[in-house]
């Protein structure tokens, strides 16, 4: 019975990571409070301190499971280069642009985030620093450490123009800036 409950427990906290996660990039981390993230769960609000000390608590653990799946992703793309293609094309899509519930936490986020206690700016930078670590190892697989300013810089270029093609009120403009900055991430990795 105890191995249930704790797998339960654990079962049910990662549900409201991933709703969290979903509605604090939809509204932002300010404009959902606790009892919204509950609902969203399908749990009660007395509920929520059975697995969080505080939102701050569950906004850090919400920032480093989006970001660990994000780096995860890299995993299935293709090796090196051709993968950072696939990333890009993907990551500076309309798609991603119009959906940032199910999208990037940095684009989303990122300005949120910078007004966060320290536990949540440590999970981001761990995080990010992981995603930067993959775009490196594909951008010189036997020396990533030589490409890290490198992916650093591609990786600021590509939530930069998200951010600013969501911020548009102009439908062409928005797509014309995720299409300049495909082909301006493909010059700088020249």
Do not use: W
Not at 61 to 79: C, K
Not at 104 to 116: H, Q, V, Y
Not at 119 to 127: F, I, P, S, V
């Amino acid at each position: 019975m105890a191995r249930y409950d704790k797998e339960h427990k654990q079962a049910t906290r990662q549900r409201i990571i991933e709703t969290a996660g979903h509605r604090f990039k939809q509204d932002g981390i300010d404009g959902s409070g606790v009892a919204t993230l509950m609902a969203d769960a399908g749990l009660t609000n007395g509920a929520f301190y059975a697995h969080f000390a505080s939102k701050d608590d569950l906004v850090a653990n919400v920032v480093a499971d989006q970001l660990g799946t994000q780096a995860e992703t890299f995993s299935a793309l293709a090796p090196g280069r051709a993968g950072l293609e696939e990333f890009l094309h993907d990551y500076l899509s309309p798609q991603h642009r119009d959906n940032p519930g199910a999208g990037c936490p940095s684009a989303a986020l990122l300005d949120e985030i910078g007004r966060c206690e320290t536990a949540t700016k440590d999970a981001y930078t761990d995080g990010a620093r992981s995603i930067v670590d993959e775009i490196a190892a594909r951008l010189a697989p036997d020396d990533p450490q030589s490409t890290y300013g490198k992916a650093l810089g591609l990786f600021t270029m590509a939530v930069g123009t998200l951010q600013l093609s969501r911020a548009l009120s102009d439908p062409k403009l928005a797509d014309e800036v995720l299409e300049h900055g495909i082909q301006n991430a493909r010059a700088f990795l020249r």
